[in-house]
């Protein structure tokens, strides 16, 4: 079985960080965050409806 150059595997290393960085930032923008002051007033909608 012949083995790969050097260069070969350097070109294989560069292929495959490329897809993962592509990857992350694909899903970084993909993803939605929620904003934070909409989570802060439900907090506070909720804390202070008191049952006692």
């Avoid at 490329?18 to 970084?28: E, S």
């Avoid at 993909?30 to 909608?45: A, G, V």
């Amino acid at each position: 079985m012949p083995q790969m150059s050097p260069l070969n595997w350097w070109f294989l290393f560069i292929y495959f960080i490329i897809l993962l960085i592509m990857f992350t930032i694909i899903n970084y923008y993909i993803f939605i965050y929620s904003s934070p002051m909409s989570e802060k007033n439900i907090f506070l909608k909720k804390s202070l409806n008191w049952k006692w």
